[in-house]
């Protein structure tokens, strides 16, 4: 069964830094797209981030081009989005998604998904 556990948010100062895990158990990460979505309240689910190995490349929201960054480890089939600069406006719960093969960076396109993990970038 595939599944997704998502851990690392907090509480960060704006100008700070964190890294989110998704761990994948069920399924090996070779095969299927991971991407990061992010929700904050009262907004609709937006995607964030996107990797897949079959494409063998990266995709990033323009509002965090260059100061996220997507990465995976194979041994621990895990997939992280290191955060730098936060900013108030990254508060949201953040959330990873599975789906086969290529990239998205629209939810409707994901079928499996993790719990979320809350980030809250205040001073």
């Known amino acids: 069964q595939l599944q997704l556990v998502e851990s690392g948010g907090g509480l960060v100062q704006p100008g700070g830094s964190l890294r989110l895990s998704c761990a994948a158990s069920?399924?090996?990460?070779?095969?299927?797209?991971i991407a990061w979505f992010r929700q904050a309240p009262g907004k609709e689910r937006e995607g964030v981030s996107c990797?897949?190995?079959?494409?063998?490349?990266?995709y990033y929201a323009d509002s965090v081009k260059g100061r996220f960054t997507i990465s995976r480890d194979y041994a621990k089939n895990t997939v992280y989005l290191q955060m730098h600069s936060l900013k108030p406006e990254d508060t949201a719960v953040y959330y990873c998604?599975?789906?086969?093969?290529?990239?998205?960076?629209?939810?409707?396109?994901?079928?499996?998904w993790g719990q979320g993990t809350q980030v809250t970038v205040s001073s």
């Open positions: 998604a599975a789906r086969g093969y290529y990239c998205s960076l629209s939810k409707t396109d994901f079928g499996s």
């Open positions: 069920g399924f090996t990460l070779d095969y299927y797209a």
């Open positions: 990797f897949a190995n079959s494409e063998g490349r990266t």
